[in-house]
């Protein structure tokens, strides 16, 4: 497992930075409509990873017998867990240390020729939170591979990196937006690519020999944070009566695309439990 983790955080490098540098390098970033689509379909994906794989698997793990007399978390510890994780981004967002830039490029896309806007929020601030919940994402990989399941870390896997990519394209668009020099967008996307990988090893290694009830808080966590951004990402276009079947279209098709992966993998044997 631990060079299976150490190729899923190399290959989480390899997208976000893909994904973060397309808009500076090609002419991508011109166009809205392929970002909202990704956007939600990648919401979709995250909201039932969240619902379908990292809560249950987060719930057996943290409800398994203790091997070491401690005592067994009760259903306000495990619900409490996912309420901290939601509850952390949302106090984050009200802060001003947003994840979201994805209305930041609606914005921009809408105000060609309108000369340059002007953020309440700094750059930093914005790109801190992105990069925050990015960590989060790696909670979760970290969290999911410790626990030993091979199957579900590539699941949880699966929708992170689909999240991620569209997030990280976000970023670029915006940060050329906000930065006057190159030089600055390839460093916001640089940091925000390694948030995810850093925090996969480091919570990987750091649950290693932990109880596996601790585990499961930390997936329950994680899982909090997923349904935050997958909701939040998309409820602004869902709202807007102009695009919000379309909207709604895209996160259905999103968690379409999960559900059939996690029956599939359920129906080939790959998520029988081995803890």
Known sequence: MVETVYVLASVTLVLALAGGFLPIF???GSNPERLKVSTGIAAGILLASAMMVVIPEGFELATTAPTS???EYGPLVLGGAILAGFLMMLILEGSGIGHAVHEEHHDHSHDHGHGHIHHQTSSWMLVLGLSLHSAADGLAIGAAAAGGVVAVTALVTFAVLVHKVPAAFSLGVFSLHERRERKD???DVVL???ATPVMILLSFHAFAGVEVQVIGLAMLFAAGTFLYVATVDTLPDIHNPETGKT????VLIGAAILVLIFFAAYASGMLEHVH
């Open 69 to 71: 007399g401690g005592d």
């Open 26 to 28: 090609s002419k991508w």
């Open 185 to 187: 967008v390839i460093r």
């Open 247 to 250: 909207a709604l279209k895209h």
């Open 192 to 194: 925000f690519s390694l």
